[in-house]
């Protein structure tokens, strides 16, 4: 059967989904040759927080699922940030359920966050989010990551004095460990497209307070960005800048690699061992990439410490004195000539609660 414009069949008898805005359809071809070569039938997750973001992405996910009939999870986050975190959540499930679109609440019972509140919430979806998709083996994560994201992380790593790994900022696709695998569809759609989409399908989306207030930095970024903008920078440079640091990323990671296979040992999925020649026959940045993927590897955390922290640490690591520190939810100890990185075992409740 062949498709005209974009015109989907879900299933045998039930009605078709059909968009003819042209914008739309841009977009979402886009979206579908990056979710076709990454994803392709299977069944992947995503996150919606009820932003113009978020929400377009839900509708997006739906019209692919109608044409290839794979099963989107939808899932929503409750941080239990505030008193009103579940009431908003429960307003986000309505706005999709008006469009047919099934979702599920995920709601954190640990410890609420007092401080660095975006990290920690940003740490605590992906734990909620991972974990779901552990328990239903869903292997794919999409993500409503855009191109205004990529430029602001890109200022933000600047700021904090990143290397090329976070210069690099985004790809495509990452792998998150050997099973799951995260998707960005959206990296080169810009986020008032997005919106566009959203007001047209949802007429409405919910504004988050927390993206006016200067006390964050990815805030005072937008600001920032609308000031050099006037000066007359150009968008596309940034984005083609980025795209050369991405290249020149994946180069360090097959030199990362060669010194995986050198000096590193997995004894365990959460335990491993490295040769402390490492830092006789590598590169500066090739030790620093190393020792910030094991982290991540080993403590099981998506995001590895920030650089500083990283650098820091390598430079006691290189001190005579070194036997032990942490770092990253890692332990990390000095033995006859190795280093020996354990994850750090904390007793704690699991934070996992889903809700129908």
Known sequence: MKRKN?????????????????KIIKVYNRFKKIILKNVNNESFAIGVSGGADSLCLAYLSKIYSSEFRNRIHVLIVNHNLRKESYKEALKVKKILKDKKIESKILSWNGKIPKSNIQKQARDIRYSLIFSYCAKKKINYLVTAHHRDDQIENFFIRLFRGSGLSGLASMAENVNYNKKF??????????KTDLEYITLKY????????????EKFLRVRIRKYRKNMKAEGLNTDNIIKTINNLLSANKAMNYYKNKAFNKHVSFLSKNKCIINEQIFSDEAQEVIFKSFSDILSLVSGKYYPPRSKK?????????????????????????????????????????PYQPSK
């Open 6 to 22: 974009l015109v989907v069949r879900r299933k045998a008898k039930k009605k078709e989904i059909a968009v003819k805005n042209s």
């Open 181 to 190: 695998k995260i998707i960005r569809p959206l990296l080169n759609i810009k």
């Open 202 to 213: 949802f007429k409405n989306y919910i504004k988050d307070p927390s993206n006016v207030n």
């Open 310 to 350: 990283i650098m820091s640490l390598i430079n006691r690591l290189k001190k005579a004195e070194y036997s032990k520190s942490t770092l990253g939810g890692c332990i990390i100890e000095k033995k006859d000539g190795f280093f020996l990185i354990s994850k750090e075992e904390r007793v704690s409740v699991s």
